[in-house]
């Protein structure tokens, strides 16, 4: 199992980026995918999850109406597009799947 974040970087307050989790070794249709965060000094919290088929979906209530949890399973990749991005969401972003994580993607929101 193998899974690959990217798209993280630096942004200003109020702008956008969308992470990108390209998953391998294992049949991608059939898992819950996650994405959490963990900002430096506290715990790693869950973001976003989708169901296998990507028809449902649950967001953690900081980031309700802002960012939106998508996948592609033809392309066994899952998505996290984030808007009107704030200081607070600056973490490390990591994909899940059951058991398994990626090595994270650094978003900093700054001016």
């Known amino acids: 199992v193998q899974l690959v974040e990217s798209g993280g970087g630096l942004v200003q307050p109020g702008g956008s980026l969308r992470l990108s989790c390209a998953a391998s070794?294992?049949?991608?249709?059939?898992?819950?995918m996650s994405w959490y965060r963990q900002a430096p000094g506290k715990e790693r919290e869950l973001v976003a999850l989708i169901s296998s088929t990507g028809a449902g979906t649950n967001y953690a209530d900081s980031v309700k109406g802002r960012f939106t949890i998508s996948r592609d399973n033809a392309k066994s990749t899952v998505y996290l597009q984030m808007n009107s991005l704030k200081p607070e969401d600056t973490a490390v972003y990591y994909c899940r799947r059951q058991g398994y994580w990626g090595q994270g993607t650094q978003v900093t929101v700054s001016s």
């Open positions: 070794g294992f049949t991608f249709s059939s898992y819950v």
